[in-house]
């Protein structure tokens, strides 16, 4: 079974950071893509960022120049650094794992709220 565990998340006012974490622990053969997903009250889960198992990085429009992702493989964690924080960023940002084999798995989430 694999689990992902993200953590913080935050009330931060705009223009300030946060960074967020995902470990991932369980059966991990094979990494496909780690990624960050978000979804705002009443939208739709949007991608914001995720990175291949070759570090190829991709990012939501909204966030280029703000939002950095990266991982640690030898520690199973990706990484989330949103600086530049604006109100529309809030939300809640979810960790996502697809793996090789096509199975996806998820976190529950961690509430980002930027205050203007």
């Known amino acids: 079974q694999v689990q992902l565990v993200e953590s913080g998340g935050g009330v931060v006012q705009a223009g300030g950071s946060l960074r967020l974490s995902c470990s991932v622990s369980?059966?991990?053969?094979?990494?496909?893509?780690m990624g960050w997903y978000r979804q705002a009250p009443g939208k739709q889960r949007e991608l914001v960022a995720d990175?291949?198992?070759?570090?190829?990085?991709n990012y939501a429009d909204s966030v280029k120049g703000r939002f950095t992702i990266s991982r640690d493989k030898h520690k199973n964690t990706v990484y989330l650094q949103m600086n530049s924080l604006k109100p529309e960023d809030t939300a809640v940002y979810s960790c996502n794992f697809l793996r090789s084999d096509g199975e996806n798995y998820w976190g529950k989430g961690t509430l980002v709220a930027v205050s203007s």
């Open positions: 369980g059966i991990i053969f094979g990494v496909k893509t």
């Open positions: 990175i291949t198992d070759g570090d190829s990085t």
